[in-house]
């Protein structure tokens, strides 16, 4: 026994070295630890050599492989086999016992059937179904194992108060080993479940062969081999053979065993029906084979015992083990799947896993045994052995421990992955030399337990979760910098920034082509308010120009010429007026007269004019168009300003709506006259003696104004006045006449008229106005211009008005009546009335007096000839002369007109007249006497009864030619207008009314026209006369 | 760079929910890993040599601070990510399988001259 043993040892580690990399050593192992115990079981029996019957059939079953394997000889297999059927006679007539390991059985065989079911199916689910459904199967077998274990261990406990120190080692190792499985190692448990799956397979597996008959055959022949074989060593070849055979044999009934597993739930009948024709299958075979087992029984017997002694132990492992949870048993399960696909003695454990199952059916006996004789087998080791069982023990429990080691790493990996079984062997393979560590073992086995726990809960939470896919997150998001950001970055200054970049874009030029338009600001002021009327910007180079030109502005002329031209514009307004108001008198009407063609009215119908009788008038010798009316006092009082006031107004016939300035004294005017001049002045002498300047140049606003019917009226007051001055001089007496002096005036009448139209209108040519009054003193005054106009009044010139610029220097003065009269004339108190200066020799006068003499003198009293002029009658009369008048063409011929009617015609050289009309005028007195202005030998007479008498000399020169009768209405003075150096034959005779009415009548053109040669004519005619 | 967090046995309730209190708070989470970055990488500069040491360092630091504000049973995933500042874009994602009733996430991301730091903050509640 020994050397058997031995050797068989020596087998077993030879063939796990061959084997290493074909397989895992598990199997190889497993087979050792059988071996080992295969020894001690025979070394138990050998010595106590106690076999019971009951004990043989218990451990019949499972020891029957081993045994034919370490004996190599297929005939003790046969007698095993025998013994075997033998046995299970025996017990088939047990009754309780059996039946519950019948339970069992059934319950290991749904749990054989289970596992190609989890294997077929891939969801978790139903396999937890199926495992719970399993489970409740299990439950009773379960109940009976826990009896059984439970039994089991009280037998041991009884076994250990009693017995052997020895065999209290055993079992506290076993126990210890057991501590370990229970504990940690799972695996441990399921290597020994396999184990013994194992070894049932393998049993089980030889019934099987013989159920089929071709494999029977075969078998057959490989048993003869192995009984060849049996001699040498040569164990492995022929295990391999069988194994290879139990593979192929697995296989089939592994397809069978599918079959029946799609029914389901009629499995446990069907099983048992199975087991029952296996088992009537098993008999036929143990006939057969009955040959054998009578050579081998005492070793069978042996073997047995053997078997007992392990199936009890595994069977408490197995207890251990359905105690744990399904899961186990469920990764048992997997574990079987996994090795089922993946390796040769995978096969093995489903073999054995077969051939436990018919093991069962033989244990029936054997657990029955267990019950009563359980106890006793420990009790049978002797205390000798006791040490080599205890190196038994150690080993298995090492080797348990080793196989503990590389399951639990299975199981993890199977929690992980349950479907990837294919991995887990190379795994195992792994693990092939692994040392032993307990202290891992215990880890690795409460985490598997952690992991079982957490996996369940899992699996339970699992359906309460969801589980969901997140949004993205972003995390960053960090874009690319730029360039140029980034060199900045690194090598510009930090936090600054460029902001602009200069370069010379910007930097054009612009041109053009056009010239520029020239420009110049200027502006005007009217009426100017200074020197300066005009200007504009100075950066002109005109304006140096402009700006001398416009102080040269000679705005004196422009007065002048604003004057003038507003004068013409005002008479072509007035005659427009004039045609229009067809109820006023005009020019062009037609008159009743026989000496006119056409007449018309000056309009004195001027408020200030009522009831003012017209006592002179007079024209211009200058200024033909004007015409000067006296007009005196009123009869009753008129307005206040004008109440003991005479007036003058000045005409221009032109424009005969109204006078054209109206000059005003305090005293009545008795006589007046024009300057001799172009200047328009006016002088006058009044009954006071006084004579009075007026200066029509003034300005109105200097004299007072008067509103009358709508009409600003400025009534002028005298420029100088000699009232009240120069009274040592001054006349005492009205002034009978005013006569102006002019040196240059008549020289050449012809053209001195001409001449003095273009004198200087401004400048004042001196000349000396002679006044004369009735005491027949004759005054001779200078009229002096002021250069310089004094606003506040002259303190030296005390007859000036404030602002006036002409004034009047006496000059001479004359007693007419003492140096022009001789003795005997002066007897008679001649009376001057009348004074006239020859008109080319201005220092030559005549006087009329009241003595029908006209007396002859010189401003220089030098001696003339002849001293008087007297009428052709001779004897002193007192006739009066009322009229002289000096032939306008410079001869040297005057007319006089006498009181009692009669017209002289005097020459200067004779004392005698050269013609002398007595009768002409009936009789009346002459009031007033003028030659015609246009021509020589015409002049006419106007007599106290208003008739007025033409006078042609050359057609007729004793009558006059033509009278004209006014028998309505007094003419009170006469004048005649004309412009003599015009051939135009105009010749206006102006008749002053009574009532106030100033007429201008038209002479016929006969009469007024001037005609080839008159001069020499009228000489001729002269000549004749003398 | 990641680190798994503390494995807490998990005892043996059956609360599914955390309770208001130890839910994982964004808000929180990043502050701490906020306060945490702007200590440790105020002034450091990308040295390439150190980075991993310092990614390391960083997660175990915010790992071990997370763990302290009490978010029980929760598995923390900490990830930091430490590149070097050379204008190039980068732009980084998570994507999550998990209970989005219980299980959140914080994120923070400190940039300097030199680097920019990226760290996410994971947590799984156990059931």
Sequence with gaps: MEDDKKRTKEDTWKSEELRKHLRASQPGSQN??????????????????????????????????????????????????????????????????????????????????????????DSNRERDRMHTRHEMKQTDIQNNLKLFEGKDKEHHRRRESRHHFEEEKIRSEERERRRHTEKKDDGGKKSIDKLLAYQVDESEHVHKLQEDQEL?????????????????????????????????????????????????????AEANERLKSRENERKKRDLESSGYKKEDKIQEEMSHQHVSRTVKDNGKLIEKEEKDTNQEDKKDTSIYNSDMGSDNFSANYEDDFEDYEDDFDDDDEGNSDEEGDAEENPREIPLSRTSEIEEIQRAISAENDRVGTSLPKKTENEKEKPTMERQYPSVRNSFCGILMDFQMANQRQSSRIMASKQKKRCSELLPLIDLDFSVSFPLLDLPPVNEYDMYIRNYGKMNTKQAYVQCNEDNLERDIQTEEVETLEKWTQHPGEGALVSGGSMDSQDMPANGTLTPKIDSQRLANFLQSACQVIAVLLEEDQVATEPGWKLRSQQTSLSISDSCFQLNTNQPFLHARRISCLCGSQVQRQTLLSVHGLPEKAGVDLLNRKSIICVWNIWQPSSPQKVLICDSEVVCCCFSPSKT????????????????????????????????????????FSTDGILNSVNHTSPILAVEPVSTSLYTDHNYGLSSLSYQEEMSVPPFQI????????????????????????????????????????????????????????????????????????????????????????????????PKLFRPQESGLRSISINAIDFSPFGKPLFLVGCSDGSIRLHQMTSEHPLMQWNDSTNGQAIIALQWALTRPAVFFVLDASSNIYIWDLLENDLLPVAKQTFPSENIVSMTLLGEPEKTN?????????????????????????????????????LLQAL | MGELGSDDAAGNTYSLRPSLQRRFKSSTVKECIHAILKEKLANVQYIPEDMPQLTTSLSETIKDRLKEEGFDRYKMVVQVVIGEQRGEGVNMGARCFWDADTDSYAHDVFMNDSLFCVVAAFGCYYY
Excluded: C
């Design chain 1, 32 to 121: 050792e630890d059988q071996k080992h115990k295969e020894k001690k079981l025979h070394k138990e029996k050998s010595v106590h050599d106690t076999g019971t019957h009951k004990h043989e059939h218990r451990d019949r079953g499972k020891s029957k492989d081993r045994m034919r394997e370490r004996f190599k000889s297929s005939e003790r297999d046969r007698d095993k086999m025998r013994e075997r059927e033998r046995g299970k006679e025996h017990h088939r007539e047990g009754g309780q016992e059996r039946h519950k390991d019948k339970h069992r059985e059934s319950s290991l065989q749904k749990e054989r059937y289970s596992i190609p079911k989890d294997k077929d199916r």
């Design chain 1, 216 to 268: 029977d055959k075969e078998r057959e022949r490989r048993h003869r081999e192995k009984k060849e074989h049996s001699a040498r060593p040569g164990k492995e070849r022929s295990h391999k053979h069988y194994e290879k055979d139990w593979e192929e044999k697995y296989k089939s009934k592994r397809s069978e065993m599918r079959s029946s597993h799609g029914d389901r739930e009629g499995q446990p």
């Design chain 1, 680 to 719: 328009p002045l006016v002088f006058a002498g009044t009954v006071d003696g006084s004579l009075l300047v007026w200066d029509l140049r003034e300005d109105s606003r200097m004299h007072p104004h008067v509103m009358m019917s709508e009409n600003d009226w400025a009534f002028r007051v005298p420029t």
């Design chain 1, 770 to 865: 002679a006044s004369m009054d009735e005491n027949g003193i004759l005054n001779m005054w200078v009229v002096v211009e002021l250069q310089k106009v004094d606003l506040a009044g002259s303190q030296t010139d005390l007859g000036l008005i404030p602002g006036g610029k002409v004034k009047l220097v006496h000059s001479s003065t004359m007693q007419l009546s003492n140096s022009l009269f001789p003795k005997d004339v002066r007897q008679r108190l001649p009376q001057t009335l009348v004074v006239k200066f020859l008109p080319s020799n201005p220092n030559h006068f005549i006087v009329g007096t009241n003595i029908g003499l006209v007396g002859h003198g010189t401003r220089d009293d030098f001696k003339v000839f």
């Design chain 1, 985 to 1021: 034959g105009l010749l206006g005779i102006v008749l002053a009314k009574e009532s106030g009415q100033i007429d201008i009548q038209y002479i016929k053109k006969k009469w007024a026209l001037p005609q080839p040669d008159e001069s020499e004519k009228l000489h001729l005619v």
